[in-house]
């Protein structure tokens, strides 16, 4: 595991204050030692903010602007971990990144059997399923939609015609049935169970959280997906979803 503090690695909590590191400032090392939350603004960590809230966990948030003509990440994020890609956690020794792995460690981690069914049971192999699927499958057709949208407006103008059109075909032909397909399954499956893993809310819903926010976000015909609608509305409505909000600033998809 790589830790924060570049090029030292910890190998258990018995070492850390060994001579080895003596020599770094006792607040990096503190620094280290604290959850903390790599944020970037408008991103996938707003959904480890929300679940550290709802898990009651102490935490710090260590705040990164995308850069607003790119929408890229800042280059710092990749001094943390190597992609330099939202979410990334830090804790104790250990360097997290991909949402669904961080979502996972911090609920065997905290959770006292809230936020994930009992193994064992129908509704954790539902928890499990969505839990991949939410970036496995769902973002894809998504992300396609945004690659897409941004082309024309990012190239030079004598090339912004074509890329229209190049576009426009993308998105009738491919893009558009494709987030519908996932859209009429999210709603077909909110329709038989209020969430994803079953009765209960679970951390799998904060997964899937963020397609369905990118889609309500954007013309969402609210009378064809009322479930979907409504199940974002509950997500949105949770006193930790709002804390999170708070703490992690202005978030719009
Ligand atoms: N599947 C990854 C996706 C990570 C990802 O692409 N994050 C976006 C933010 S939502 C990001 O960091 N974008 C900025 C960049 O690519 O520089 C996850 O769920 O953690």
Redesign the pocket.
Known sequence: MISPIKGKRFYSTSTRFDKDIAPYPIELLLECLVLTVHH?N????QRILWLLEELEVDYEIKKYE?NPKT???PKE?REIHP?????VVTDEDKTL????A?IEYLVDRFDDGTLRPETDTPEFLQYRYWMHYA?GSA?SPLLLKIVFSEMPRQAPWIAKPLLKGISKIMNKEYINPQIKLHMNYWEEELSQRPFFAGEKFSAADIQMS?PLEAVVAHNIDTEKFPKICAFVEECQGRPAYQRALEKGGKYSL
Not at 83 to 87: M, R, V
Not at 97 to 100: F, H, I, L, Q
């Open positions: 970037l408008n991103s996938r960590s995308r929408m890229l990440a994020l992609l330099g890609k939202s979410p990144a991909e949402s669904g961080i970036e973002m963020f």
